[in-house]
Nanobody, 118 residues
Framework: QVQLVESGGGLIQAGGSLRLSCAAS????????MGWFRQAPGKEREFVAA????????SYVDSVKGRSTISRDNAKNTVYLQMNNLKPEDTAVYYC???????????WGQGTQVTVSS
């Protein structure tokens, strides 16, 4: 089992920056990939960014490319999502997820609210 705890959300004005953190505990040695997802009110959960636990290759949804950076600190078992030039449409609950294989995300955090005001 892997436990995930997100932090770093909040209320911020458009154009500002936030860094979300996801602390992983438990069987972290078994992880393949970490990801960030978000869900806005009335919308389905969508993929935001992901990073390989070992190797560090990354991927992003087009809407955040160039504005966001996902990174990891394996020594701290923590994954970060740095988001810059935030827009009101970035408002959502952001979830951290962990995958033990390439097929699916097996573990989810409780989510952290990000609200961007115009």
């Amino acid at each position: 089992q892997v436990q995930l705890v997100e932090s770093g959300g909040g209320l911020i004005q458009a154009g500002g920056s936030l860094r979300l953190s996801c602390a992983a505990s438990g069987r972290t040695f078994s992880l393949y990939r970490m990801g960030w997802f978000r869900q806005a009110p009335g919308k389905e959960r969508e993929f935001v960014a992901a990073i390989r636990w070992n190797g560090g290759s990354t991927s992003y949804v087009d809407s955040v490319k160039g504005r966001s950076t996902i990174s990891r600190d394996n020594a701290k078992n923590t994954v970060y999502l740095q988001m810059n030039n935030l827009k009101p449409e970035d408002t959502a609950v952001y979830y951290c997820a962990a995958a033990a294989s390439s097929f699916a995300y097996n573990y989810w955090g409780q989510g952290t609210q990000v609200t961007v005001s115009s």
